[in-house]
């Protein structure tokens, strides 16, 4: 970790930002925590930072620079906020025209707008593989199988699909089972996506989970997300494995999933992308 000298942790909900604390503290890099006030864990709640509500972007950077941090990572689960009831304070005020407008957008659009409004007042903005070692998903399978010929024809087309529907900023997430498209993410997430797939008929149940980033994401906010919970639901809902563009993907603890993984039979894989271009 260099170019900066104290992380700001910009916490939701999950186990991220506790992870991203964890190895702060064991690399012993200064850091300050800023929970967002009804999305962060319990977990957080005895270690030593701010609360700090979602419309308060004033009271974010103050926090920030009152702290000296000169870098910050967004992460966890944020649910999208309702921008009618919202409550803003003074800094998220003044930029509520830029926010409605990025919001009509997509999610995407407004995780840009403050990536580049806190790099305006001078914090850097790092992806949580910068501040955890280890964190994004390796090429080549994580654990005892490898995705079959027609595994690989599944993954390519939930990669095409998910690169399709990228403009219209749904989800980063598909199951496709022997080329048939039985699921796409939208706002309810990737557990419940794989909860609902666990309901289809056996006769085209199947297949392969694919999660990789949308065209144009910034690759420091919002990447995608897997892990032993993830596993756990595929194998529920009867799938062969779970792929992800290597790199560009976090493999949350990694030791238990590949575990449960190898002991279901599944395959957890990690993609480049020249492996799945159309030739």
């Not at 967002?36 to 979602?54: S, V």
């Not at 914090?123 to 964190?135: D, F, K, T």
């Not at 900023?169 to 557990?191: K, M, N, P, S, Y």
Request: glycine letters at 12%.
């Amino acid at each position: 970790m260099t170019g900066w000298n104290k992380l700001g942790i910009i916490a939701g909900g999950g186990a991220l930002p506790l992870q991203i604390v964890e190895a702060c503290r064991q690399k012993k890099t200064p850091f300050h925590l800023i929970r967002l006030a009804g999305f962060a864990d319990d977990a957080l709640k005895e270690l030593p930072g701010a609360d700090i509500a979602l419309g308060e972007f004033g009271a974010l950077l103050r926090e920030l620079k009152e702290n000296a941090c000169d870098a910050a990572v967004m992460a966890g689960i944020v649910k999208r906020p309702d921008f009618a009831t919202l409550k803003l304070d003074w800094g998220a005020a003044m930029r509520l025209p830029k926010l409605l407008a990025a919001a009509a957008r997509g999610d995407g659009a407004v995780l840009n707008l403050l990536v580049a409004e806190l790099e305006a007042d001078g914090v850097a903005v790092i992806g949580a593989e910068e501040a955890v070692e280890g964190l994004a998903a390796p090429a080549g399978p994580l654990g005892a199988r490898t995705p079959s010929q027609d595994d690989f024809t599944d993954i390519r087309k939930a990669a095409s699909v998910i690169a399709a529907l990228g403009p219209y900023d749904v989800g980063q997430a598909a199951v496709v089972a022997r080329g048939l498209v039985l699921a796409i993410e939208a706002a309810e997430g990737t557990d419940a996506m794989l909860e609902r797939c666990a309901t289809l008929p056996d006769a085209v149940r199947g297949g392969v989970l694919v999660k990789c980033p949308k065209p144009g994401q910034d690759r420091r906010v919002d990447l995608p997300v897997i892990g032993s919970d993830t596993i756990r639901r595929a194998q529920a809902a009867g799938l062969s494995g779970v792929a992800v563009e290597s790199g560009r993907a976090l493999v949350m603890d990694r030791a238990e999933a590949i575990r449960l993984a190898d002991a279901a039979g599944l395959f957890v894989y990690g993609y480049k992308k020249d492996e799945i271009d159309e030739t």
